[in-house]
């Protein structure tokens, strides 16, 4: 496969300007000439590797930020909005969309929340939503949309969080042999709180007057340390939240608010499952997810997000994929380090294999998966089922998904005994049916809104038309 060509000159310009440099002594400093260097910054030419080496070994920049995963993401959430009838029969170019993304990244982003608005408005109008007679019924992304963004954009990984949850978790000796009593011990010695348990369905509650916290019974002990985590990140680190709050400039508290609970289950999570120590363990076992389940006393889930979100600069980990559907396939959690983005409206490709856990539950599920773009991927898939702790308690089902491009394989156990190199062994998948080019597909729910289609009465085969093409 053709090694993908780097435009970053978005990073390159802030860099520079960081310094305080005019291009001329930049250019100077990387060893190139200044018109090769305004071409870069303008994204007219890619980044050469003698530029890269320059940047490293003149300004210690971390090289692992120039990547293209953010530009891709964005590319990937614009092809999904264009393809909306909104707009015209014929996309811009994909060249066009990627020239956008990398030179004018929050243009791109303006250009999403406006359709995102736009879908919202067109949803109101047609569940006759009586909010939109009221003043205040201004169409914005939801607070949870916003929220799901920030983490999105922010490749779901929080450097000064995570450290500072990794750095609480070596002094409080949470990967001692009893990290529940070592959590309870550091809330207790720091700020003189009470540790008791209930029967209740509330995972835990904080009583400020008392100084009580209150943990379900019911709960895991992996669930109840999570909790106490989440608890000492709203005590110990309030003000690096609202610092990160501030930085995020949400348009309305209830966002702020939503987003304040998912830094403190960030810190919670990179608290249980410290990125030094996670990482080693996870190379170390070729990244079994039992086998991490097991050593860190965490659940399945858990150790599968955290993998999605190892990308520290400097030390990141493979690129993984994660996402959790429900029972009707819509994503409820979503996060990709890698090529493979997911659908911001509706549920995934029908030939993912996460829709076939909850067919096998206990069991990890395997499939070697092909996007149009011909990239190939190892995906894994498991069910969830997370049980309400008594007999007439609801049960929550879930499949989670994890996956990486095929690359990496060799880091993964999964990998053993499959064919990677057999191209016939791959599965074609896509995002969703509304963007997929695919033009025989046999579980193609909707026509591609992209494509011009061609329906012949006389004639059926899978599908009751044929898709054209733009």
Not at 141 to 149: G, H, K, L
Not at 231 to 244: M, N, V
Request: glycine share 6%.
């Amino acid at each position: 496969m053709r090694a993908q060509k780097l435009y970053a000159g978005v990073t390159l310009r802030e860099t520079r300007q960081k310094q305080g440099l005019t291009q001329k002594d930049f250019a100077a400093k990387l060893g190139v000439s200044l018109p090769y260097l305004n071409q870069m910054e303008n994204n007219h030419r890619p980044v050469s590797t003698t530029v890269v080496l320059a940047l490293a070994q003149e300004f210690g920049f971390d090289v692992t930020q120039l990547s293209v995963g953010e530009s891709e993401r964005i590319v990937a959430d614009m092809r999904e909005a264009l393809a909306d009838p909104v707009f015209s029969t014929t996309q811009p170019p994909l060249a066009d969309m990627q020239l956008t993304a990398s030179n004018a990244p929050a243009l791109a982003r303006a250009f999403l929340d406006l359709h995102r608005a736009y879908r919202q408005g067109q949803e109101r109008l047609a569940s006759l939503d009586e909010a939109l007679g009221r003043e205040d019924s201004a169409i914005s992304p939801s607070p949870w949309e916003q929220v799901r963004d920030f983490f999105h954009y922010c490749d779901n990984y929080i450097d000064s969080i995570d450290r500072v949850a990794e750095n609480y978790a070596t002094q409080a000796k949470l990967s001692g042999p009893n990290a529940l009593g070592a959590a309870h011990d550091w809330l207790a010695e720091k700020h003189n709180i009470h540790l008791r348990t209930k029967n209740t369905d509330v995972l835990r509650h904080y009583d400020p007057a008392s100084r009580t916290l209150t943990l379900s019974a019911q709960a895991e002990t992996s669930s109840k340390l999570f909790q106490i985590a989440h608890q000492t990140a709203l005590l110990d680190h309030d003000d690096l939240l609202e610092a990160t709050l501030d930085f995020a400039n949400f348009n309305t508290p209830e966002a702020r608010a939503i987003c304040k609970i998912g830094l403190a289950n960030y810190f919670a999570g990179a608290a249980t499952l410290p990125y030094g120590r996670f990482l080693q363990v996870a190379q170390e076992t070729r990244h079994d997810l039992e086998l991490l389940a097991n050593f860190f006393d965490a659940s399945i889930e858990q150790v599968a997000h955290r993998l999605s979100t190892m990308q520290r600069p400097g030390v990141k980990g493979i690129p993984f994929f994660f996402v959790r559907v429900d029972q009707a396939g819509t994503i409820t959690k979503r996060h990709s380090a890698t090529r493979l983005q997911f659908a911001r409206f509706g549920g995934a490709c029908p030939l993912w294999n996460v829709h076939r856990a909850f067919e096998t539950p206990g069991q990890f599920l395997r499939q070697l998966a092909e996007t149009p773009d011909g990239l190939q991927y190892l995906s894994l898939a498991r069910d969830v089922s997370k049980t309400g702790g008594s007999f007439r308690a609801p049960i929550r089902r879930y499949a989670i998904g994890l996956g990486c491009e095929i690359r990496h394989a060799g880091a993964m156990v999964y990998a053993d005994d499959l064919d990677v190199t057999n191209r016939q062994a791959f599965e074609p998948i896509g995002i969703s049916c509304r963007i997929c080019e695919r033009h025989n597909c046999h579980q193609r729910s909707v026509p591609p809104l992209e494509r011009h289609l061609k329906v012949d009465p006389n004639s059926r085969a899978t599908l009751p038309y044929s898709i054209g093409e733009t």
